[in-house]
């Protein structure tokens, strides 16, 4: 069965500009979460959605925003990008919840900011 | 201090070493997760615990909750294990995963 595929692959954006991720879901998986992955931070947390909902949030300022979709398929969008959002972005979908049926990541957006 | 502390951050091994990577945490946790990723981005779960030891092929897990404490073995490593090895854990009812730093191994012929 396909993985969870995450689009575009690399982007590059401008101070100030916004863009929007996408993340496609394993079929039948109804919670997507997201992360952001850079050299000083490491892996955090972002955000999750489970049935279009926000169920859990990271401490990040309020230019990061996603949404779920009815066909489980979400998108993240940040505005106003800044230097610092650089870094790597991924999601994972887990049917329920993936504290007990685990995740599977998708591969990531890397977004540089220029 | 982090919630979550891998050691060690880098290792080297000459291939056919045993390998351990561990992990220690200090929150609540309803799982504990190990990690994949290689040069490129991509995740791929290895393990989920709650308790106990799990196998898979070359790969041993095990966990202590009331130790907070969980390793990774590789036996009869390989260079194709070289990558950069996760933990990380979450609690009940939130898929708020908090990650350890990582550890990068290096696996030579």
């Known amino acids: 069965k396909a993985g969870v595929t995450q689009t575009p692959r690399y982007l590059i954006k401008t101070r100030g500009q916004q863009v929007t991720l996408s993340c496609s879901p394993i079929?039948?998986?109804?919670?997507v979460s997201w992360y952001q992955q850079t050299p000083g931070q490491g892996l955090q947390f972002l955000f999750e959605y489970f049935s279009e909902t926000q169920r859990n949030k990271g401490n990040f300022p309020g230019r990061f925003s996603g949404r779920q979709f009815s066909n489980s398929r979400s998108e993240m969008n940040v505005s106003t990008l800044e230097l610092g959002d650089s870094a790597l972005y991924l999601c994972a979908s887990s049917l329920l919840t993936g504290q007990v049926y685990g995740y599977t990541f998708g591969s990531g957006t890397r977004l540089t900011v220029v | 201090k982090n919630e979550v502390e891998q050691s060690p951050q880098n290792l080297t091994a000459q291939e056919g070493e045993f390998i351990t990577i561990n992990c220690s945490y200090s929150?609540?946790?309803?799982?504990l997760h190990w990690l994949q990723q290689h040069p490129g981005g991509g995740i791929v779960s290895l393990f989920m615990?709650?308790?106990g030891k799990k196998k898979h092929g070359r790969l041993i897990a095990t966990i202590n909750i009331q130790e907070k404490h969980s390793s990774l073995h590789i036996t009869a490593s390989h260079p194709r294990d070289s990558a950069v090895y996760i933990c990380?854990?979450?609690?009940?009812?939130?898929?708020?995963?908090?990650f350890g730093t990582g550890t990068r191994l290096q696996v030579f012929p």
């Open positions: 990380a854990v979450g609690s009940y009812n939130t898929d708020k995963l908090i």
């Open positions: 079929s039948g998986h109804r919670s």
């Open positions: 615990l709650s308790s």
């Open positions: 929150v609540g946790i309803s799982a």
